[in-house]
């Protein structure tokens, strides 16, 4: 399901990235209940993609899922590699 764009000045953006809330924000609630502070912004292809990536390891013979990460969009899938190796997977392919 595609996320709603977030319309944020940039001066709010700024304050996003620095892990502050927008002044702006505190006085309205309901606004702010409508916003994923924590989400991030990548970019793939040439497209822009806002919020989370689901990671996972799927058993290559069977097809189930082994194991699973949720991260940010902008973390790089070598960063969670580890995370994501099942130890009791005897399979070679990655």
């Known amino acids: 399901m595609p996320i709603r764009k977030q319309r944020n000045t940039r001066e709010e953006n ?3 990235k620095q892990g502050k ?12 209940r409508q916003k994923d502070l924590d989400a991030r912004w ?3 292809n040439n497209l822009n993609y806002y919020g989370y990536k689901n990671n996972i390891c799927i058993d290559a013979k069977y097809g189930f899922i082994r194991r699973h990460v949720i991260t940010l969009a902008n973390l790089h899938d070598s960063q969670i590699l580890i995370a994501l190796l099942d130890g009791e997977n005897k399979e070679d392919m990655v």
């Not at 505190?26 to 606004?31: A, D, G, L, T, V």
Request: hydrophobic content about 35%.
């Open 21 to 32: 809330v927008p002044e702006a924000w505190k006085k309205n609630p309901n606004r702010l």
């Open 14 to 16: 700024e304050d996003i």
């Open 42 to 44: 990548v970019k793939k």
